[in-house]
């Protein structure tokens, strides 16, 4: 193989190396510590976000966010069918109904458009996935959502850094949802996430949710004698409006948060360098339209990776991936499968789903290998190779003549 679509996004720089080392020589607790502080101040004055809390992965993150939408029987979420699968099952285990919402054919992304007609009364929550690193049109989502009075949820898992509007992703709804794991432009040593709010209360609520219903015991006359009576922390139930949640354990360690902030310093360097690099693929592949790629010459796409549609059948995409790897090393991939196709969902009751858009570009999707660490021959031989593939198929010479 020689150029594989690798499961991590990035190589470690030595500055980020030796924060990682001090991290793990000088961090007392090793987690929940200063580091944790330190990475969700940062991240609030990178990002805008009002409260962020750092989280063991993305999921978490989602998961906490879905406790505190206090889900009732019959509330319904929108989600799109195309997106991984955390961004929908952490909610359907509070027995939530899925109504799965179509994408954009251009922009891969839902829009208010394809959402309005799925909104009922018992609509509770609207999830947006910035899918690919592109963030939808959250200006009119917003104004579908207050219309209606439905809170609204971003996956910015891998829309880090992007923007619309001079307004990064995660702030236009009322969570903001970001993971930081192996695949993505900002990484904390495999896993990680972020969950950001900007109601006080949720706030308030979110470090007892994250770290076991812990809680300081009351401070002042009435607090307690000595430090260690009657226990080091008291544990109660998260409560808001008379209703409980039960608490979990999605804390982070010390060493990935202080990577983290150090990452920070270069996300938008990370960015930059990801969309040159995509607008130069696409743009050297303009003569061939069998590919359709999305376009964007903008701060509102970070490229976390680079998926293009492919003109024709299901048949001609898979020749392609056989060709790109088998007589290239080049390993291109397929993402992601409408979740409604799922064996998970099917049982769960949501095995239908009317999206046209999202169904024809998952059969029809190539997704290139495009991590910030690829090389430049590698990427010079990827595009030789994608030029090479395209231009057999064109003359009809099939796999292996």
């Given at each position: 193989?020689q150029v594989n679509f690798s499961g ?151 829309a880090i850094g992007a923007e619309l ?237």
């Amino acid at each position: 193989m020689q150029v594989n679509f690798s499961g991590r996004a990035l190589r470690y720089t030595e500055e980020e190396i030796q924060v990682v080392v001090e991290a793990m020589r000088t961090a007392d607790p090793l987690t929940q510590g200063r580091f944790q502080n330190a990475f969700q101040e940062g991240f609030c004055a990178f990002n805008g976000a009002a409260h962020a809390f750092a989280m063991m992965n993305g999921t978490a993150a989602l998961e906490v966010a879905a406790q505190l939408c206090f889900f009732k029987e019959g509330d319904e979420v929108i989600i799109p069918s195309h997106t991984f699968t955390s961004s929908a099952y952490p909610f359907a285990r509070y027995g939530t109904k899925l109504v799965w919402a179509d994408i954009d054919p251009a922009t891969r992304v839902i829009t208010a458009e394809s959402i309005a007609p799925l909104i009922t009364p018992r609509t509770k929550l609207i999830i947006v996935v910035h899918l690919y690193g592109y963030v939808a049109d959250m200006p009119a989502i917003m104004a579908l959502a207050q219309k209606h009075g439905i809170l609204v949820l971003e996956d910015a898992c891998q829309a880090i850094g992007a923007e619309l509007d001079g307004v990064k992703a995660g702030n236009f709804g009322d969570f903001g949802v970001f993971s930081f794991h192996s695949h993505k432009n900002l990484t904390t040593l495999g896993e990680g996430g972020m969950l950001t709010v900007k109601d006080e209360r949720y706030a308030a609520l979110i470090p007892m949710l994250r770290h076991n219903g812990h809680r300081a015991f009351p401070a002042g006359p009435e607090g307690r004698p000595d430090y260690w009576i009657p226990a080091m922390g008291d544990v109660d139930f998260p409560e808001l409006d008379g209703q409980r949640l039960w608490p979990n354990n999605y804390c982070i360690g010390e060493v990935e948060c202080a990577l983290g902030l150090k990452q920070l310093e270069r996300v938008e360097r990370i960015n930059a360098e990801k969309r040159t690099r995509a607008l130069a693929f696409i743009d050297a592949l303009h003569d061939y339209p069998e590919l359709e790629f999305h376009r964007v010459d903008s701060l509102r796409h970070n490229y976390h990776l680079l998926p293009a549609r492919m003109r024709g059948t299901a048949l001609r995409r898979d020749d392609f991936i056989r060709r790109m790897f088998y007589e290239y090393g080049v390993k291109c991939v397929v993402q992601y499968c409408p979740l409604n196709r799922y064996p998970l969902y099917q049982k769960l009751g949501f095995g239908k789903a009317n999206c046209p858009n999202g169904d024809d570009f998952y059969d029809h999707m190539i997704s290139f290998p495009f991590q910030h660490c690829l090389t430049p021959e590698e990427f010079e031989h990827m595009l030789a190779s994608t030029r090479a593939v395209l231009d057999a198929q064109r003359s009809g010479k099939a796999h292996g003549q």
